[in-house]
């Protein structure tokens, strides 16, 4: 069965790479100027924000929760990123991932994720500090507030980085445990510098983002074999996870 676990997880992280050929951002290729930066920045806010695919209830002491994760993000300015990658068309954006999360006691969760956005030839990694105020039990749900971070690598043009402040709450039925939240994120954007060296770069300046989001989900625990699928609208743009692994 672990083997099992490794080979899906395998399969979903491999869909994730080999859909598309990765292409630079070239922001001197991006057409409408900063509009089109502040579009373009608000689209990776959303796709690169930490997005924890777990219930709100806490692991509890060194309990785990690690897998493997595709998210796909559907952007909301497809023809801005088209022209910043050179492609006729960007519909999806898909990231494989690598997430961990570790119990801790006092309700204090911590968690770490690395991603690949290969579309775009870049890749990031964040964590987050998540403390279950409301533990839950068989009559009340977990309730819990999470600080998040993420920090882009890679894009020789552009650089971002974000921070997001979340609530959720989660209520386990059996081996299913359904859970929603909102949030905020808060990003910067700033062209590189890289891109500021070129002979005649185009004018575009630091773009800050604030995005509000909100998220439902389910865990499913067999044991074994963990599931998690979570859909998340930040900003504009809509997100579609789903994470096999261990949970315990």
């Given at each position: 069965?672990?083997?099992?676990?490794l080979l899906v997880g395998a399969v979903l992280a491999g869909l994730g790479m080999q859909s598309v050929q990765a292409a630079a951002i070239d922001l001197n290729s991006l057409t409408g100027g900063q509009?089109?930066?502040k579009a373009l920045s608000e689209d990776l806010t959303s796709a690169l924000s930490y997005k924890a695919i777990t219930p709100a209830e806490p692991l509890g002491i060194l309990g785990f929760d690690v897998g493997a994760e595709l998210t796909l993000t559907k952007p909301a300015n497809d023809?801005?990123?088209?022209?910043?990658?050179?492609?006729?068309?960007?519909s999806m954006l898909p990231m494989p991932k690598l997430h961990a999360h570790l119990g801790l006691p006092f309700g204090i969760d911590v968690g770490a994720v690395y991603s690949n956005l290969s579309v775009a030839d870049i890749s990031y990694f964040g964590g987050e500090l998540r403390y279950s105020f409301v533990?839950?039990?068989?009559l009340l749900p977990a309730v819990s507030v999470r600080g998040t971070m993420t920090k882009m690598s890679g894009?020789?043009?552009l650089d971002l980085d974000t921070?997001?402040?979340e609530l959720s709450i989660s209520k386990g039925f059996l081996m299913i445990t359904p859970y929603a939240g909102i949030g905020q994120v808060w990003a910067t954007s700033k062209p590189g510098a890289t891109f500021k060296a070129l002979p005649a770069p185009a004018t575009l300046?630091?773009?800050d983002v604030s995005q509000s989001k909100w998220f439902v989900g389910a865990n499913i625990n067999m044991g074994l074999m963990n599931f998690a699928f979570e859909t998340d609208k930040t900003g504009d743009a809509s997100s579609y996870s789903a994470k096999v692994g261990l949970r315990f």
């Open positions: 069965m672990f083997k099992k676990t509009a089109a930066f023809d801005k990123w088209a022209s910043a990658i050179g492609e006729s068309s960007v533990g839950g039990n068989t894009a020789d043009h921070k997001g402040l300046s630091d773009v």
